[in-house]
């Protein structure tokens, strides 16, 4: 059997609950580098996820969006060339025979969590303006100093949440982690809302009021702070502990509601353990990022504030505006430049990046779509060898 | 207003009035005594710091005021004081209160003060001992029930107690203050007004709580312990190195709690996900109706069905690199999202299960992280959530091992229920509970309410009666019988015999892992042994109960040893009918008690074999049998001081190397002579009490299995003419009643007197079997010292026979050439003794004491074994238990032990 066709310009993660994709899109313009070893091809970086119980569409989109344009052609699904394709996440070894078979694409997997770390690490030094705040509806971008980067935390909210703590390139530990994540939210949201999607639940959680289950610190002393411990009579207590003695049943509160006390049950709780965590090894940066956070405001909202609280103020929770493809962007920056002399363009090093933010400042929610057009883009250039 | 519950009953009145006329005395040194508080109707003292005061008003002094110790009467005394507190919760109500031992004993004995005085103890003592001895009661209540609350406080008049009884307030009726922590007293403040006329005073909930826990710490013994994996761990804790820690109490939220010291401690922590959620989240997820119901649902869980796993992600592999295994949750509630499955396809039970590990999970990673951030080693969780569930503690204990990698350890406590409860309690001003040691506590675990560790089923028994009949109700329930326990048929009594109650009742318990919590009793009297080597280290116990085999032997023993127990015990009373029904009811208790230490070896805490034989003793005394060998003491003792004088002429016609041997010999052979020995027991029926005494004596052919006997033969009489000094005063425990005690250790006792040494026998207490009791001794010292001058004498300078005393200090002394025999009570009433725990008396007495001499196989072997003192020991004991003597002498039954040990450095 030949060896296996790389092309450089895909990359996936595939998460429990998601899959995400990262491929490059050439403008066809391609230069020569200054001292001409290598040529530099402008394009974009454009980005796609589907859920991953949908994986079949996720096939059809690679297989009519990517491989069409990489000019690999397989006849009637017969496969003769294997592609090799960098992969991350749980996906990658689940789902590794269906791509083979489906697509005749081979997963070069990548540790999920070096790909994370690659991944912000890439955004945080090469695009600007990636990292923000989110406090009280403010939305305020940071700029990080590239030399002053390191250490920090990162936490990935995906199905679990993962914590680590990044000493450089390439350097990193998972310190922490804890298994109320996105997973935690969309699973229990749908045994107790029907929903059927995560954005459904997420509109939901907009219109709740977590106060009508939730038990707060005026519940117990009767309207009054506890302020003794520094509890503001609105601080939640007990998460859903109002739901212990009422005489409702589920069918008797909203779901918004309910969406909305799991909501912020959920992030309180990232908030607080990452914060911890940061404590822990003197880390005064916080970066927030996965599937769960996607841009929405609340949720950003509630884990800053928690932070926030926790620290009083020393700790800010941060941002990133890619956060749901970390994981494939670092799968996407692992192909790697190596001197042999193959013929096919399959490495890259992104040189810059811009970021297409469509001359809208204002941040969107990412759906979850195969749609391409809803997806933010980064102009970028890439260096072929 | 006169609305049911109201205080107007004039028969009510007349008790209270009745109480308050019967009187506390209360010894105090003429010299210690407020002048003015000799005088009728001066205003009351001052009160001052921290310590409880007695009210003072109206004292006088009773008797003789010449004598040097007189006794003062305080009439305000109340003699039964109690005080209440309550933690009164969602779910719970929590209850504690305290009451005076009703056997009070004062000091109006002539004999004992002389005794005292002869030891050195002064009356004086007493002011180091704020706290009058009493008991701790736990009485927990569902909080929808609370009207059985009410009725329990107003049965037992607990709220017409001054809750400040050392104070000089008196409050006019209707206006007591009760202290409650707990959200219900708000809700319940009016309730208890209008039903007990009570007004409640509140407690802050996390003061009360730390409190609390600091008590348990600091003054019970084996109050923490851990548990993994299913197996409970007690874990002592020095009450010097207790702070700082972690206190996490999981109630509807969760508050992590930095404690300090006493009252300086701070919230540092906490989360909104706690025992609030799961039965939030797990009511609307299931339609549990209860939390019990929901706890109870997830023992037959799989979480797995709901929660995405590592595994399910990285298709059944581990994710090792990180050191996640393929059975670590990714994701509480992950599969939920890509299933298409509607909430009614998942099993309860999964769901339930799956809420528990997660917030389970989260309580421990969070407690863990601040204990890291403050580098506490020592996390303690409480609150509701937990209550003494297995698995909970489980998964707690797993997270906080987990992500401490093993530095930490989850720790939790065997009253965490009452935690808030006691802490309302210490916030009474003056109950000096928070000076108490720990040695001045002991745990005891009757039947009724508390018996299956304070869960509820039905309401408290009031009285003897009312237990009985449960006992007898709780039988019907017909449950299973799981333990060794006795099958024959009683002979005496009439009620059926023992079909025994199980543990396995659904009515016994409702979680495998729940804790039994029993009465305390605090004994401030009660002191350390203070001629231990190490009392740090010391472990009364000789048989470590936790292995298995070792506790189903001594639970099968104790069982088969019943039936001939009740019988004594029944006979005791002279076999009537009530006799028959409490025998019943005792055997049914103790059964009980049994099977369940053998299911749940740890639900009374961490016992030894002395907490088993003591446990049987209370229980006895439970069911008002005082004093089940009484009789037979009696037969025995009238034998063995007839055959006295023979024995004495013997030894004293032998020369002093001889007669040593001799003693040592008879002392052993004696010891034969012991009702709780099944073996010993068979041997009574063949021959009178001379003849076993003398054939035993005959068969002690040495060496005896351990024989230090020419080590203390030297030490006593010296050798190659040089002549060893006396022992100053040594103190002999003695061991049964009859031969053991009048022709063993009584002539060895001589022996010593004879020598110039002081002696001291203690003596229990209180009656266990057929062990001779310190009130018992000075009669039989008395019948004794009729036929040998040597004892008499000795006795009478020992304040020992009170008809001929003869005053120490009145110049009129006859024979000043003998050392005095003294009695001392050791301050308990088991046929063990924990020397941790002794009577002040002893404690005084061990001061001089440069020997001490334990007799019998309590004392001896099952414990005290192993125990090093600052002084010289004897540890003598005939071994009656084949089990025993292979286990501890690598010997056979009827081996004798005879260890002299030098002081230990």
Excluded at chain 1, 136 to 159: A, C, M, R, T, W
Excluded at chain 2, 217 to 246: C, S, W
Excluded at chain 2, 407 to 430: I, N, T
Aim: proline letters at 4%.
């Amino acid at each position: 059997m030949d060896p296996p066709t790389q092309i450089s310009h895909l990359a996936l993660d595939i998460g429990g609950t998601l899959v995400k994709l990262v491929y490059f899109s050439s403008n066809g313009s391609e230069e020569e580098s200054r001292n001409g070893c290598c040529s530099v091809v402008k394009g974009r970086l454009c980005f796609a996820k589907f859920e991953t119980r949908k994986i079949d569409d996720c096939l059809e989109f690679i297989r009519f969006n990517i491989l069409q344009h990489s000019g690999v052609q397989h006849q009637n699904g017969a496969v003769h060339d294997y592609l090799s394709v960098k992969a991350t996440g749980g996906g990658a070894f689940k789902f590794a025979d269906l791509f083979k078979e489906k697509l005749g694409i081979l997963f070069d997997k990548q540790d999920e969590m070096h790909s994370l770390v690659g991944g912000v690490n890439f955004l945080l030094k090469t695009v600007p303006r990636e990292a923000f705040t989110y406090l009280d509806g403010q939305k305020e971008f940071v700029e990080i100093d590239h030399n002053d980067l390191y250490p920090y935390l990162l936490v990935n909210i995906g199905s679990g949440v993962s914590m680590i703590k990044v000493d450089g390139d390439g350097k990193y530990e998972r310190i922490s982690g804890t298994s109320l994540g996105g997973g935690t939210f969309l699973g229990l949201g749908k045994l107790l809302t029907k929903c059927k999607s995560f954005d459904e639940l997420l509109e939901l959680s907009h219109h709740g009021n977590n106060r009508v289950i939730d038990m707060l610190v005026g519940d117990i002393y009767g309207g009054t702070d506890y302020s003794k411990i520094g509890l503001s009579s609105t601080a939640i207590a007990s998460s859903f502990g109002k739901a212990i003695s009422d005489g409702k049943e589920l069918e008797d509160y909203q779901p918004e509601d309910v969406a909305r006390s799991l909501l912020r049950m959920i992030s309180n709780n990232i908030g607080q353990i990452a914060y911890l965590n940061a404590l822990r090894f003197g880390l005064k940066r916080i970066f927030f990022g996965g599937f769960f956070i996607r841009g929405l405001e609340y949720t950003m909202d509630t884990i800053s504030v928690a932070v926030h609280f926790w620290s009083r103020g020393e700790a800010k929770a941060m941002f990133l505006r890619h956060e749901g493809f970390l994981g494939a962007l670092g799968a996407f920056t692992s192909y790697e430049t190596r001197s042999n002399n193959d013929s096919k363009p399959q490495h890259h090093t992104v040189q810059r990046a811009i970021l297409n933010c469509s001359g809208d400042d204002s941040f969107r929610h990412i759906p979850v779509t195969s749609n391409l057009n809803d997806s933010e883009t980064i102009e970028c250039s890439i260096s072929l060898v | 207003m006169a609305g049911p519950g109201d205080e107007h009953d004039p028969s009510l009145d007349d008790k209270k009035e009745a109480e308050a006329k019967s009187q506390v005395c209360v010894g105090v040194g003429e010299k210690d005594m407020s002048p003015s508080s000799s005088v009728p109707g001066t205003s009351p003292i001052h009160r001052s710091g921290s310590r409880p005061q007695l009210d003072l008003s109206k004292a006088e002094i009773q008797g003789n005021l010449e004598e040097r110790d007189p006794t003062i009467l305080l009439p305000n005394q109340s003699d039964d004081i109690s005080h209440l507190a309550l933690d009164i919760g969602g779910s719970l109500i929590k209850l504690l209160y305290f009451s005076r031992h009703e056997d009070y004993s004062n000091d109006d004995d002539k004999r004992k003060r002389t005794i005292k005085e002869r030891l050195g103890i002064t009356n004086g003592n007493l002011r180091s001992y704020p706290v009058l001895g009493g008991r701790l009661h736990f009485v927990k209540f569902e909080t929808n029930k609370i009207n059985e609350c009410l009725d329990f406080i107003h049965s037992k008049q607990l709220h017409r107690r001054d809750p400040y009884p050392w104070s000089s307030r008196t409050l006019p009726l209707g206006t007591g203050v009760i202290k409650v922590t707990g959200g219900g007293a708000y809700k319940f403040a009016d309730l208890f007004k209008e039903r007990l006329g009570v007004s409640i005073e509140k407690e802050d909930e996390m003061h009360c709580l730390v409190s609390g826990a600091n008590f348990l710490l600091k003054a019970i013994r084996h109050e923490a312990f851990t548990h993994m994996e299913g197996e409970k761990e007690f874990v002592q804790i020095d009450p010097n190195d207790l702070y700082p820690y972690l206190l996490v109490n999981v109630g509807s939220g969760v508050s992590i709690i930095k404690v300090d010291g006493e009252g300086k401690f701070e919230r540092v922590s906490g989360t909104n996900v706690g025992g609030g959620t799961y039965w939030g989240l797990g009511r609307l997820l299931t339609k549990c109706k209860s939390f019990d119901e929901l706890l109870e649902l997830s023992q037959k869980g799989d979480n797995s069905a709901i929660d995405m796993l590592v595994g399910d992600i990285y298709g059944g592999m581990d994710y090792s690199k990180i050191g996640l295994s393929a059975s670590t949750i990714a994701s509480s509630f992950g599969k939920a999202i890509s299933e298409n499955k509607e909430l009614d396809d998942y099993r309860p039970e999964d769901i339930s299960l799956s809420l528990l590990r997660m917030i389970s999970y989260n309580i421990g990673q969070i407690s863990y992280l601040n204990a890291l951030r403050f580098g506490l080693k020592r996390i303690f969780f409480g609150g509701f959530f937990i209550r003494g569930h297995a698995y909970t503690m489980d998964t707690i204990s797993f997270a906080v091992h987990f992500w401490s990698k093993g530095e930490m350890q989850a720790m939790f406590l065997r009253h965490e229920g009452f935690l808030g409860a006691l802490g309302a309690f210490m916030s009474y001003e003056k109950h000096g509970l928070d000076d108490l040691m720990s040695h001045q506590l002991v745990e005891r675990f009757p039947m009724g309410a508390p018996y299956t560790g304070g869960n509820i089923h039905g309401p408290p028994l009031g009285d003897l009666n009312e237990k009985i009949s449960w006992m007898e109700k709780f039988v019907r329930r017909g449950t299973e019988i799981t333990a060794p326990v006795p099958m024959t048929p009683s002979k005496t009594t009439g009620l059926g015999g023992f079909e025994v109650p199980s543990s396995r009742g659904s009515a016994l318990r409702s979680d495998a892992s729940a804790l039994n919590v029993g009465v305390l009793h605090l004994v401030p009297t009660l002191e350390v042994f203070p001629l231990l080597a190490d009392p740090k280290t010391y472990e009364p116990n000789t048989i470590d109960l936790s292995d298995q085999g070792e506790r189903e032997y001594w639970l099968k023993v104790l069982s088969e040893h019943l039936p001939d127990l009740v019988d004594t015990a029944v006979a005791s009373e002279g076999g009537t009918e009530d006799a028959k029904r409490r025998g019943d009811a005792f055997a049914r208790a103790f059964s009980a008690h049994l099977a369940r230490l053998m299911e749940e070896p740890a639900a009374y805490g961490k016992l030894g074999l002395a907490n088993l034989l003591e446990l049987r003793e209370e229980c006895l005394r439970e069911f008002q049998f005082v004093d089940a060998y009484r009789s037979i003491k009696q037969r025995e003792n009238e034998a063995s001081l007839a055959v006295l004088p023979d024995l004495l002429e013997e030894l004293d016609s032998m020369s002093e190397e001889a007669r040593l041997l001799t003693l040592i010999e008879g002392v052993l052979a004696a010891n034969i002579f012991d009702w709780g020995s099944r073996a010993c027991v068979d041997l009574y029926h063949k021959g009178t009490i001379i003849e076993i005494y003398r054939m035993s004596r005959n068969k002690m052919q040495r060496p005896w299995r351990i024989d230090d006997f020419d080590a203390f033969k030297e030490r006593m009489l010296g050798s190659g003419g040089k002549q060893p000094h006396r022992h100053k005063r040594a103190l002999l425990f003695v061991d049964n009643s009859g031969a053991d005690v009048i022709l063993g250790m009584l002539p060895l006792a001589r022996e010593f007197i004879r020598r110039g040494t002081e002696v001291v026998l203690v003596a229990n207490s209180l009656p266990a079997l057929n062990d001779v009791t310190a009130m018992e001794l000075p009669d039989i010292v008395a019948g004794a010292a009729k036929h040998c001058d040597i004892l008499r004498r000795a006795a009478e300078m020992g304040g020992l026979l009170v008809d001929a005393m003869v005053n120490p200090g009145d110049g009129s002394k006859k024979d000043l050439t003998s050392a005095p025999l003294m009695v001392v009570e050791n301050g308990c009433g088991s046929p063990c003794i924990d020397l941790r725990q002794v009577s002040s008396e002893l404690a005084a007495a061990a001061k001089d004491a440069d020997l001490v001499v334990l007799e019998g196989m309590g004392r001896a072997l099952h414990t005290n074994f192993n125990a090093q003192f600052k002084c010289e020991a004897l540890k003598l004991a005939m071994v009656k238990n084949q089990r025993l003597a292979e286990k501890l002498i690598k010997g056979n039954i009827y081996d004798c032990v005879c260890r002299y040990e030098p002081p230990s450095l």
